[in-house]
């Protein structure tokens, strides 16, 4: 049986390949993306999506070195190394950002069942409103060139399935530990746990953890299967990831390149969509053919009925979650 690090160690080999196109160009500015993702994540493939639209709009422009898989640090250390101008670009888990920035817009994204599927959310990251959340974050000394869902989150348990929402009850439950999701989850009945994504694996074989909330893109870029095989399907939502550029970085840009950095941005956002959704329902076979147990959450209304007051409650906090709310409601 192939073990965790050698799975590991053939994604890396993987994603270096993925990202050779992108590196050691004899000309051009050098760009450094980070990101704390696997390579078979869709928030890797963000990454080399915006890449290679830059050399479509500015051939060799740009020397684009990606650095993914937690190479330079894990979500948070590399969004602070943006604010502060020491990462040219990254992308980074939106549900950081406020805690970093304090640019509460982008909690937007998470209010629970608001986000429907993947299209839904690619209509409301490329309209008006989500180009409003990512140009709040300037005050931060952060250029917001995309927002994509890279997985629509679900429910992963070790010892017994999760059937019905009384089934979540005092369960060790991993989350990132922000305001939004310690509320989101107590009020579903367990016990959150916030613990850093690359911890996420040891918890869960050691029993630290009971559940995390993930996506299928983390089950399968994380081997979580290996240790959790009992997985429901909640949908509750979805997984944002942004692209960032220090403030820093951008200034060295002239009109001409801002604007096809810009427009790099915008186009890796349906691309990233297309492969997180293909991701999502290929992978979910992919998993059962590793012994994993996918059932759907019988009452998920009355799961959908625990939250539905934090929508509003949370709206009231920043006029752009109320705006991103009023959007996705009409649409």
Do not use: C
Request: hydrophobic share 45%.
């Amino acid at each position: 049986m192939i073990n965790r690090r050698t799975l590991l160690q053939t994604g890396a080999a993987f994603g270096a390949a993925l990202a050779m196109p992108h590196v050691a160009r004899a000309a051009g500015k050098t760009m450094r993306i980070a990101h704390a993702a696997n390579e078979v994540h869709p928030g890797h493939i963000l990454a080399t999506s915006f890449a290679e639209g830059l050399e479509e709009l500015m051939p060799g422009a740009f020397n684009v070195q990606i650095f993914p898989n937690r190479q330079l640090g894990d979500d948070k250390q590399l969004l602070e190394g943006t604010v502060a101008g020491t990462m040219d670009v990254t992308a980074v888990s939106g549900v950081l950002i406020p805690l970093v920035t304090g640019r509460q817009g982008m909690n937007a994204w998470q209010m629970p069942f608001l986000v429907r599927d993947y299209d839904h959310f690619g209509t409301l990251a490329l309209g008006e409103t989500g180009q409003k959340i990512l140009d709040d974050l300037r005050p931060a000394g952060l250029i917001g060139l995309a927002t994509a869902d890279t997985g629509q989150r679900n429910f992963l348990s070790v010892k017994n399935t999760v059937a019905s929402v009384p089934d979540f009850s005092g369960l060790k439950t991993r989350i990132v530990p922000v305001p939004l999701h310690k509320q989101i989850w107590e009020t579903v009945g367990t016990a959150p746990v916030g613990l850093p994504y690359g911890e996420i694996y040891g918890a869960l074989e050691t029993g630290v953890i009971d559940a995390v909330e993930i996506n299928v893109s983390s089950m399968l870029g994380e081997n979580l299967w290996e240790v959790g095989k009992h997985f429901t399907l909640t949908g509750h939502y979805p997984w944002h990831m942004a692209t960032l550029m220090s403030q820093r970085y951008w200034d060295t840009l002239n009109d001409e390149e801002k604007a096809a950095v810009t427009e790099a941005g915008r186009r890796s956002v349906s691309k990233t969509l297309a492969y997180a959704k293909t991701q999502d329902l290929e992978g979910r076979e992919t998993l059962k053919s590793k012994g994993v147990d996918i059932v759907a959450l019988s009452d998920l209304d009355d799961m959908k009925a625990r939250v539905a007051g934090m929508t509003s409650e949370w709206a009231a906090k920043d006029p752009l979650i109320a705006e991103l709310v009023a959007a996705a409601q009409a649409s």
